[in-house]
C-alpha cells in the first residue's frame, strides 16, 4: 500500500491545467461546462456504439478518460444503457449485420438523443464504403447531429465534436424550470 | 522439392518467411493435417478461393506450421465439397463455416453445420466471395424491416435452476460488438457460445475491388488496433510476390513500429485489467504511460497508433538523430514506471487474489485446441515468431519469448509486463544497430497468378495475409487472418466454472478481436 500511495503522489496530477487564454482547449472547457450546466443539468451521458470499426476510433474514445483528458472531470460520462444516454457517439462504417442493434440503440435513446459520428468511416464509409455487407456512413441508417473525421479523430477532435453538438441549437434545455 | 517427410511436391513460395506450398489431393489433405497434427503443428488459417475467372473451381487453403516453417496445402474441389479436418484441428469448426457462408463450399459430414460470418444480411443461398458475386452490380439486399430475424441455433443448457443471459451485441463498455450467451446456475458459468460476424463488412471483396498499392491502407485497417503488424504482413505478402527486398533499414523502422504497437497496447490492456480486477489506480497509472507513448509516435511518426507507415518496399517515413535520442529517454522512463507499477500489481493482494487461478486454460487444453499467440504464452503455448522463424532485423535479436504454464489471467498479466520489458530491450537494440540508407524502394509490377505470404506475430498474436495477384497489379483474392479465430474458442473454455463477474477481466486478459475476425 505503501508503495501505491507513493506512486499516486510521485505521478501528480495529470489532467492537462487550464491552458492560455488564446488557447482552442480553454475555449472548449468552459463552453462546454456552461452548456453543460445549462442545458444537461450539469452532466451529460454517452452511449457508445460501434457499429462496424476497425476498432481504432475505439482506441481513442477509450484515451477520453485517461489522466490527461479526463472527460469525467468535465462533466461528461459513460454510461452502459442508451436509456440513460443524452448521446450517442457511433463509430462506423455501419455493418448490415449492426443495423437492427444500432436502430434499436437509437430507439432506446431518449429525446433529445443527439448522435456524433466519429471517424472517417462514420462520416463517409471511409475506406470499407458500401457493399453487400457494409452500409456506408452512419447518417445512411440513423439521423447524425455532428460527423467527426479522422482515422481515427485525436481525443481531442472527437471532444470538439461533442461540444458541438451541445452547442448546435437543438437543445434548448432540459433543466426544468422552476 | 521434398519437405520433411511429407510425401508431397512442394514449391517454396519467395518472400521474407520460410513457406512452402503445394497442391494435394482430398486424401492428402486430410493426412498433411493429421501429420502436422502428430507432430505437434497447427493450423494457422484455412480458406477458399473461387477460380472461376480462370476457369477452375473452387479451392480449398490450409496453412500449417511444421518444423521448417509454414506449410500451405491448395486442394482443388471438383465441387463444393472438401474433408472436415475439425476434428484434427478444432480451430478449423469456424473457418470452415465462414468458408460455406462466403464461398458455397462446405466440409463434409461436420459435426457442427450452422452458418458462421452470415447473419441475416444475405440470404443463405448467396455466396459473396464467389467471383460472380459483383458487390456493387448486387441487387438490392432485403431491407431491414422486411429481413428475417437472425435466429442462431446457440447450444441450449437444460435442467433445474439453468438460465441464458444474452449479453451484446452492444455491450456496456467501449468495446467492439458481439454476443454472448451465458447458460449459468446461480453466478456459475456452465456454458459460453459467443456468436460474432457482427462486424462483418465485406473486407475481402472489398480488397478485390484493390490495386496492390490501394490495399495497403486497408490491410491496415482490418483489425485497426494491430495496423502495424497487418500492414507489415500485407507489404511482405507484396514483396513476396514481386520479389523484392526493402532496404536494410527500413526493416529495422519496421521492428520499431511492432514494438512500440506492442507496448502500447500491452500498457492500454494492463491498465484495464487492474480497473477490472477494482484497482481503477492501475488504469490512471498505465493510461497516463500510455498517452506519454501515444504522443511521442505522434511526434515521431506523425500517427498516434503508426497507422499507413508500413508500406510496400519499405516505409513512408524516416527517424532523425532527435527522435532516436527521444525515445532512448522514453524507453528508460517507461522501463522504470513499469517495473514500480509492476511491484504494486505483485504485492497487491485484492488484485493477485481476482487474478490467480482466475479463466484457467490449462497446458494441454490449449495445444489440443491450436491455442496461439499472447493468450497461448500464457498456457505453455512456446510459439513467437520472433523468436521461431525471425524475419530481418529479428534475426539479430534472440527475441525471448515470454511463456507460464497457469494459464490463468494472472499468467496473462506476466506474459505482458514481461514482454513490454523484452520490447523495450529490442527498440533499444533497434536504435543501436539502425543501418543508415534508404527506406523504402519501388515495387515492380506484380505477375499475374502470383502468390505471396506475410506471416508477423503481431501483439495478439501471428497475423496471416494470404495473397493472389491478378492482372494489372490487382488483388485477386485476399485472405487476412487474425490469431483471434483461434483464440475466441478458448475464451468460452476459459470461463467455464467461473462467475459472470469475473467474465470482463478473462476477456479482457484475452482482448481478442472482433474486425479482424469478422471481415
Not at chain 2, 8 to 20: K, N, R, S
Not at chain 2, 143 to 165: K, L, N, Q, T
Amino acid at each position: 500500500m505503501y508503495q501505491l500511495l507513493k506512486q499516486i503522489v510521485v505521478t501528480g496530477i495529470k489532467t492537462e491545467s487550464p491552458p492560455e487564454p488564446d488557447d482552442a482547449l480553454r475555449v472548449v472547457a468552459q463552453r462546454l461546462q456552461a452548456d453543460i450546466l445549462e442545458k444537461f443539468a450539469g452532466a451529460l451521458t454517452i452511449r457508445h456504439v460501434d457499429a462496424g470499426s476497425c476498432n481504432g476510433c475505439e482506441l481513442e474514445i477509450n484515451a477520453l478518460n485517461n489522466p490527461y483528458y479526463n472527460l469525467e472531470g468535465l462533466g461528461i460520462r459513460f454510461v452502459a444503457s442508451p436509456r440513460h444516454a443524452d448521446l450517442l457517439l457511433v463509430t462506423g462504417p455501419v455493418s448490415r449485420h449492426m443495423e437492427t442493434a444500432l436502430k434499436r440503440t437509437y430507439e432506446a435513446t431518449p429525446e433529445p438523443r443527439l448522435v456524433v459520428a466519429i471517424g472517417d468511416c462514420g462520416c463517409t464509409g471511409g475506406i470499407f464504403g458500401e457493399g453487400y455487407a457494409c452500409l456506408g456512413r452512419v447518417s445512411n441508417v440513423i439521423p447524425v447531429d455532428v460527423a467527426v473525421p479522422g482515422c481515427p479523430p485525436t481525443p481531442r477532435a472527437i471532444i470538439q465534436g461533442i461540444v458541438t453538438a451541445i452547442s448546435a441549437g437543438k437543445v434548448t434545455s432540459l433543466v426544468r424550470s422552476g | 522439392m521434398r519437405l520433411e517427410d511429407f510425401q508431397l511436391e512442394l514449391a517454396q513460395v519467395p518472400g521474407a518467411m520460410p513457406v512452402w506450398r503445394g497442391r494435394v489431393d482430398a486424401g492428402q489433405y486430410r493426412e498433411a493435417c493429421q501429420q502436422v497434427r502428430d507432430k505437434g503443428g497447427r493450423l494457422v488459417a484455412l480458406w477458399a478461393t473461387d477460380g472461376s475467372d480462370r476457369g477452375e473451381g473452387f479451392s480449398v487453403h490450409a496453412a500449417l506450421t511444421v518444423r521448417s516453417g509454414l506449410l500451405v496445402i491448395t486442394l482443388p474441389l471438383a465441387g463444393t465439397r472438401f474433408p472436415d479436418v475439425s476434428r484434427i484441428f478444432p480451430a478449423a469448426n469456424r473457418m470452415q463455416r465462414a468458408a460455406r457462408d462466403l464461398f458455397g463450399v462446405s466440409a463434409e459430414n461436420a459435426a457442427d453445420q450452422r452458418q458462421w460470418l452470415r447473419h441475416a444480411a444475405w440470404p443463405a443461398n448467396v455466396f459473396p466471395l464467389r467471383k460472380e458475386f459483383l458487390s456493387a452490380h448486387h441487387s438490392p439486399l432485403p431491407a431491414y424491416e422486411s429481413r428475417a430475424a437472425d435466429d442462431y441455433p446457440f447450444v441450449r443448457v437444460e435442467g433445474e435452476g439453468v438460465h441464458e443471459i444474452p449479453v451484446g451485441p452492444v455491450h456496456a463498455g467501449t468495446i467492439e460488438p458481439g454476443h454472448f450467451r451465458f447458460s449459468v446456475v446461480g453466478e456459475g458459468v456452465l456454458r459460453l457460445e459467443a456468436r460474432l460476424g457482427y462486424k462483418h463488412k465485406g473486407i475481402e471483396k472489398r480488397f478485390e475491388e484493390m490495386t496492390l498499392a490501394e490495399g495497403a491502407k486497408l490491410a491496415g485497417r482490418v483489425s485497426g488496433d494491430a495496423t502495424v503488424a497487418y500492414a507489415w504482413a500485407y507489404a511482405m505478402a507484396v514483396e513476396g510476390v514481386t520479389g523484392i527486398t526493402p532496404p536494410d533499414r527500413a526493416l529495422w523502422l519496421r521492428a520499431l513500429l511492432l514494438e512500440r504497437e506492442r507496448v502500447g497496447q500491452h500498457l492500454w490492456d494492463l491498465g484495464f485489467l487492474g480497473n477490472d480486477a477494482g484497482l481503477a489506480f492501475g488504469l490512471a497509472q498505465f493510461s497516463r504511460l500510455r498517452e506519454d507513448w501515444l504522443r511521442v509516435s505522434q511526434a515521431l511518426f506523425g500517427h498516434r497508433y503508426l497507422m499507413d507507415l508500413i508500406v510496400p518496399g519499405g516505409v513512408a517515413r524516416d527517424v532523425h538523430e532527435q527522435g532516436v535520442a527521444r525515445m532512448r529517454d522514453e524507453i528508460a522512463e517507461v522501463r522504470a514506471a513499469v517495473a514500480g507499477l509492476k511491484n504494486i500489481y505483485d504485492e497487491h493482494a485484492g488484485l493477485q487474489d481476482r487474478f490467480i487461478g482466475c479463466g484457467q486454460i490449462r497446458p494441454e487444453i490449449a495445444d489440443r485446441l491450436g491455442m496461439t499467440g499472447l493468450a497461448g504464452r500464457a498456457s505453455a503455448v512456446a510459439w513467437d515468431l520472433r523468436a521461431q522463424f525471425p524475419p530481418a532485423p529479428y534475426d539479430k535479436f534472440d527475441t525471448r519469448i515470454a511463456t507460464h504454464r497457469n494459464g490463468d489471467v494472472a499468467a496473462r498479466v506476466t506474459v505482458r509486463f514481461e514482454e513490454i520489458v523484452e520490447s523495450l530491450r529490442l527498440i533499444d537494440l533497434v536504435l543501436d544497430g539502425l543501418p543508415a540508407g534508404d527506406i523504402a524502394r519501388s515495387v515492380p509490377d506484380a505477375p499475374d497468378n502470383g502468390f505471396g505470404i506475410g506471416w508477423v506475430e503481431g501483439w495478439r498474436g501471428e497475423v496471416l495475409i494470404a495473397l493472389e495477384t491478378g492482372a494489372g497489379n490487382r488483388i485477386r483474392r485476399l485472405h487476412p487472418h487474425d490469431p483471434s479465430w483461434q483464440n475466441w474458442p478458448l475464451l468460452e473454455r476459459a470461463v467455464l466454472g467461473n462467475i459472470v463477474p469475473d467474465f470482463p477481466l478473462i476477456n479482457k486478459s484475452f482482448n481478442l478481436s472482433y474486425s479482424g475476425h469478422d471481415l
